[in-house]
């Protein structure tokens, strides 16, 4: 196992390049299972959960073929339906095979995902949605069995604007006769590149990106190749690095208006921010505290809930942060603490006290971007930070070691052992 030392604190210089979307490409790669012509999706990275979605399409019967930065997946042949627990444990994104399984197939049997470390995280407004459209679904032996009975077009109200359920429907809809209306749908920018998708290979969906999306059914899908959009939450994530130690970076490969609401609300906070077409400029700043509260898009993700929390550590005077869409997302708050953040947690809300200057600690990764909090705050802090377990941080920052060294910062990446 491996682990990040980082010596601080750190002025980063330069720029990074932003990776294409984990979370776009990891429902992408489910909606692949729709056709049954080739796929080549451009630029999909190295990253243990796409890895993981890799293995499963292949179990099912996907031919995966590597040349450069293309990968061709050739699903002519589902041979399986099966997504079983050893994968799904390691990576709750398996569940959206089952919309597309539906679709092209008829049947899916894939486990359930359980909970994990950031809640609970129940799969109910995927499954009454998927019974809504005329599918069967028989819950046993810790195992969703779903088959189809002709889908049929119907109107899904959804209770919450699930991202997940979202995908998983809209990809169950495509080959349903008539036009299936998800309304109080999600509306994250992976959700449009998702649409986008299904439309390249032929599809018909209209209206994602707002809360109601229309998916009107075709018979058959084409071949296709397609590029999902950068990681805004990766981008975020070295935004809030240039911001803690007051340098000059330029973030390149993010569309700045899929961060909006975040980039708004730290210019209210004074950071000097500029907006290229493809690129967010960070320039050294004065900071002030701020009050943030989580929110479905557009509002502010819960997935950069934990690196601002890091960045408010940083800030003299008292934040608030509420974690509105997880129960249980506050993980980071004891391993920042290590690091000399003064947190004090009520309910869903974290009351900071921000000083200056954080100092190096030893600390331990506990989910993905409760990790990339303690990585941010490692490269402010003063002093050396061990930071243990981060497969984790594996899962969704690609080459994250050497992208922080190319912006200057002191890293190594060592066997834990060591
Ligand atoms: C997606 O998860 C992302 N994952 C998450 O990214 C992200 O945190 C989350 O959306 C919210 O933005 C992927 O895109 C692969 P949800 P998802 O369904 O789809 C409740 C990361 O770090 N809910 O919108 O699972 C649920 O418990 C991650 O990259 C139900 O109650 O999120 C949660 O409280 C982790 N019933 C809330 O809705 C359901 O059937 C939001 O979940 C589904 C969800």
């Given amino acids: 196992m491996d682990k990040?030392?980082?010596?601080?604190p750190n002025k980063l210089s330069g720029s990074v390049k932003i990776s294409r979307?984990?979370?776009?490409?990891?429902?992408?790669?489910?909606?692949?299972?729709?056709?049954?012509?080739?796929?080549?999706?451009?630029?999909?990275?190295?990253?243990?959960?796409?890895?993981?979605?890799?293995?499963?399409?292949?179990?099912?019967?996907?031919?995966?073929?590597?040349?450069?930065?293309?990968?061709?997946?050739?699903?002519s042949n589902i041979s399986n339906h099966l997504a079983t627990y050893e994968l799904v444990k390691t990576m709750r994104a398996s569940i959206f095979v089952l919309g597309p399984l539906l679709a092209r197939i008829g049947k899916a049997r894939v486990s359930l995902p359980g909970?994990?470390?950031?809640?609970?995280?129940?799969?109910?407004?995927?499954?009454?949605?998927l019974e809504k459209m005329g599918a069967e679904i028989v819950i046993e032996n810790g195992y969703v069995e779903a088959t189809k009975r002709n889908l049929k077009a119907v109107h899904l109200p959804l209770k919450f604007p699930s991202v997940g359920a979202t995908e998983n429907l809209m990809m169950a809809a495509v080959f349903t006769p008539g036009t299936t209306v998800i309304e109080n749908s999600a509306?994250?920018?992976?959700?449009?590149?998702?649409?986008?998708?299904?439309?390249?290979?032929?599809?018909?969906?209209?209206?994602?990106?707002?809360?109601?999306?229309?998916?009107?059914?075709?018979?058959?899908?084409?071949?296709?190749?397609?590029?999902?959009?950068?990681?805004?939450?990766?981008?975020?994530?070295?935004?809030?690095?240039?911001?803690?130690?007051?340098?000059e970076i330029t973030v390149e490969g993010i569309k700045p208006q899929h961060l909006e609401f975040v980039l708004d609300t730290?210019?209210?906070?004074?950071?000097?921010?500029e907006d290229g077409e493809n690129s967010i400029h960070v320039k050294p700043s004065q900071l002030k505290p701020a009050k943030i509260e989580t929110q479905p898009y557009p509002g502010f993700p819960t997935d950069i809930q934990a690196q601002m929390m890091a960045l408010c550590c940083t800030i003299p005077g008292h934040s608030i942060?509420?974690?509105?869409i997880f129960e249980n997302r506050f993980m980071h708050v004891p391993e920042l603490s290590r690091l000399g953040a003064k947190i004090d947690l009520k309910g869903n809300s974290a009351?900071?006290?921000?000083?200056?200057?954080?100092?190096?600690?030893p600390v331990m990764c506990t989910d993905l971007r409760a990790s990339a909090a303690l990585v941010v705050a490692a490269v402010a802090a003063k002093g050396k930070s061990e930071i243990r377990r981060i497969y984790h941080l594996d899962r969704g920052y690609e080459r994250l070691d050497q992208k922080l060294a190319g912006l200057g910062v002191k890293v190594q990446r060592v066997n834990e052992n060591m």
Wanted: hydrophobic share 45%.
């Fill in 187 to 247: 509306r994250e920018p992976e959700i449009v590149d998702l649409a986008n998708f299904i439309n390249a290979m032929g599809g018909k969906v209209v209206g994602a990106g707002t809360s109601k999306i229309e998916i009107t059914g075709v018979n058959e899908l084409k071949e296709v190749e397609y590029e999902a959009i950068g990681d805004r939450i990766e981008a975020a994530t070295y935004v809030m690095a240039g911001l803690m130690t007051n340098s």
């Fill in 266 to 273: 730290l210019r209210s906070m004074g950071a000097n921010l």
């Fill in 115 to 129: 909970g994990c470390a950031i809640g609970t995280r129940p799969i109910d407004i995927h499954l009454d949605n």
């Fill in 351 to 361: 009351f900071i006290e921000g000083s200056e200057q954080l100092s190096g600690a």
């Fill in 321 to 324: 942060i509420t974690e509105a």
């Fill in 4 to 8: 990040l030392i980082i010596e601080g």
């Fill in 21 to 75: 979307a984990k979370n776009a490409y990891l429902p992408i790669l489910a909606a692949v299972l729709l056709n049954d012509k080739p796929v080549h999706l451009k630029n999909l990275p190295e990253l243990r959960d796409i890895r993981t979605m890799l293995t499963l399409l292949q179990n099912l019967g996907v031919r995966v073929d590597q040349k450069e930065n293309v990968t061709t997946l050739d699903p």
